[in-house]
């Protein structure tokens, strides 16, 4: 008889990255909010401070979850060194870009870009990873596919932003999930990378351009001491996500994000024409398609695990 004692380790494992990745993604939803408290700061300012306030919070979290050790062995491997050298460049020009955007009144371009990133996460799922769609998920890309094709040629300009943003967030969660190498011991090699440079860069920005920290009172400083908390947890969250489901499950867990960025920069009065309105209304018509399917497919996994008889953990006498 199956009850809830019934559930395997690898369900468990599902669960929970279902959890972290409908956490992260919802943080990074709201975080328009946050960057524009910080108007009038320079974004390279902004991303300089994520780098380094990310570092003593994350050594924090490293000390209360007891990871040192993973972390120091990671640390001893050239490769995932490398590896984590090109996550962190690529997640550190991930983060210009968004808080350019946010300051520069493109939040719905910024979200254009988190819609656009579940395309790469299925198309790299399918084509690097060898995962499999079904048609109603071949069905659901295309519709999603449909709508930025809208936008783009409706509108007449083409989306740089929103693709380098979904490139390279697909880039950074591709690279961090073919490592072995825990959510935030890896999340603290990349800081521990790109700190140096970001400290040298702040403090040649001083001299040259002037900076708010420091400048502007206690309350701007306070914010941007909070860029660590705020860029470590969601990415943290993401990591332990990233490594126990499905490249393509991944993808669509995304629209969460963009859907709070889209509310707010509707809220920020942004334009939305009419392309926005299709681009965006196909978009959630594929995240809807892909739901009901995984539904459906869920169902019929259990309804098969019920049926099948259980395997004896003892062999057979010859």
Same mark, same amino acid.
């Given at each position: 008889m199956s009850d809830a004692n019934s559930k395997t380790p690898a369900d468990? *494992?599902?669960? +929970?990255?279902l959890i972290c990745g409908v956490f992260a993604y919802?943080?990074?939803?709201m975080l328009p909010v946050y960057l524009k408290a910080?108007?009038?700061v320079d974004p390279m300012e902004i991303v300089g401070h994520r780098i380094l306030w990310s570092l003593p919070f994350g050594a924090l979290i490293l000390t209360f979850r007891k990871q040192w050790r993973e972390t120091l062995a990671a640390f001893a491997s050239s490769r995932v060194v490398m590896l984590l050298g090109l996550s962190a &460049?690529?997640? &550190?020009? %991930?983060?210009?870009l968004y808080v350019w955007a946010v300051a520069n009144e493109r939040v719905l371009q910024a979200s254009l870009g988190y819609y656009i990133n579940p395309l790469m996460f299925v198309a790299a799922g399918v084509f690097v990873l060898?995962?499999?769609l079904n048609r109603t998920q071949? &069905? /659901?890309? *295309? +519709? *999603? /596919? @449909?709508?930025? /094709?809208? +936008? @783009?040629?409706?509108?007449g300009v083409f989306p740089w932003v929103s693709l380098l943003l979904a490139v390279s967030f697909t880039t950074y969660g591709y690279v961090r999930k073919t490592l072995n190498v825990g959510g935030m011991p890896g999340l603290f090699i990349e800081t521990a990378l790109l700190s140096p440079f970001a400290l040298v860069f702040l403090i040649w920005f001083a001299k040259t351009q002037g900076i708010a920290f420091g400048h502007v009172g206690l309350g701007m400083d306070a914010l941007l001491i909070l860029a660590g908390p705020v860029t470590v947890v969601?990415? +943290?969250l993401f990591a332990l996500a990233a490594r126990r489901l499905r490249f393509s499950t991944i993808g669509f867990l995304q629209y969460i994000g963009p859907t709070g960025q889209f509310i707010l920069g509707l809220y920020y009065g942004e334009p939305f024409t009419t392309y926005h309105a299709v681009c965006f209304g196909l978009i959630w018509a594929a995240l809807a398609v892909f739901s009901l399917d995984a539904?459906?497919? %869920?169902?019929?996994m259990r309804r098969a695990a019920a049926a099948s008889p259980p395997v004896s953990a003892y062999p057979k006498s010859s």
């Open positions: 468990s *494992a599902v669960r +929970l990255g919802g943080l990074w939803g910080l108007g009038g &460049a690529v997640i &550190a020009l %991930n983060w210009l060898k995962e499999k071949i &069905a /659901a890309v *295309a +519709l *999603a /596919a @449909t709508g930025v /094709a809208v +936008l @783009t040629f409706g509108a969601p990415l +943290l539904v459906q497919q %869920n169902r019929k």
